[in-house]
């Protein structure tokens, strides 16, 4: 257990040291950074097809897509009045579009990465014992690269901490999505503490099903890879009709 937390936060911490003022080299290492999620997702699929049973597995995947994305979303929402109650927003009478049909394409172009190393893996008959080994390295790679972009995003850890009020926000959510886990891994009778991974992805697809992937199979990546998916584009078409509600 604490040699993966190491194996996540190791490079993660190495690459938030690193400051880069150069626009060009950041440019290119947020290319790089897409790139390897585009690799890693495809030798997702391709673990998937590995699988024996692979219809069965596959039913098992949308089940927990499924039940999880209910369980979190009726506790996150359950806690909304609360925040609306005790911790009012001021709104900004101006808006600014979002992209959303970009980032809806960029969705779908994640989901036909997944699909793509799935089919390859199933048409051809290779040996497929060297994907674990490449995913874990592609992702130490990944997350020393995710490090630098946190460094050079133009927020300071000062900055974060000091918004009590997002503080307050997130640690909500971080809860009832955890309350949200632990309901799904009763319903779906798998122990609690998978549960609890499977909530604490917070809408990160490109990581959470990678590393969920590398910690308890194909099956849990590909339901977390789902499950965070969902939740993203489910609030892609939610948030504007609520802001102009």
């Known amino acids: ?38 690799v890693i997702l495809a030798l997702m699929g391709l673990s998937l097809a590995a699988l024996d049973n692979l219809g069965e597995n596959l039913q098992t995947i949308l089940s927990y897509t499924a039940t999880f994305f209910v369980c979190l979303g009726v506790c996150n929402m ?28 960029e969705s779908l ?16 008959s290779i040996d497929l014992s060297w994907v674990d080994t490449a995913s874990e390295w592609i992702l130490f790679i990944l997350l020393f690269f995710i490090g630098i ?3 050079n995003s133009g927020l300071t850890l000062k900055q974060i901490l000091i918004n009590k009020q997002g503080m307050c926000i997130a640690s909500l959510i971080i809860v ?15 122990d609690i503490y998978r ?4 909530a604490s992805g917070f809408g990160w697809y490109s990581l959470a099903g990678i590393l969920m992937g590398d910690a308890f199979g194909p099956v849990y990546g590909g339901a ?9 584009l489910v609030a892609l078409v939610l948030i504007p009709l609520i802001i102009r509600t």
Do not use: C, W
């Open 1 to 38: 257990m604490f040699s993966g937390m190491l194996f996540i936060f190791a490079p993660l911490v190495v690459g938030y040291f690193i400051a880069i003022s150069n626009q060009g080299l950041l440019e290119k290492i947020n290319a790089t950074t897409t790139n390897l999620i585009y």
């Open 78 to 105: 359950a806690v909304l009045p609360i925040v609306d109650r005790f911790l009012p927003l001021e709104v900004d009478a101006k808006h600014t579009n979002l992209p959303l049909s970009s980032m809806a394409m």
């Open 109 to 124: 172009k994640l989901i036909l990465v997944v699909g793509g190393g799935l089919v390859i893996g199933l048409m051809l």
């Open 149 to 151: 972009q946190l460094r």
């Open 176 to 190: 009832s999505s955890l309350i949200g886990g632990a309901i799904a891994a009763i319903i779906l009778d798998i």
């Open 195 to 198: 549960g609890f991974a499977m």
């Open 224 to 232: 977390s890879f789902m499950l965070e998916l969902l939740r993203e």
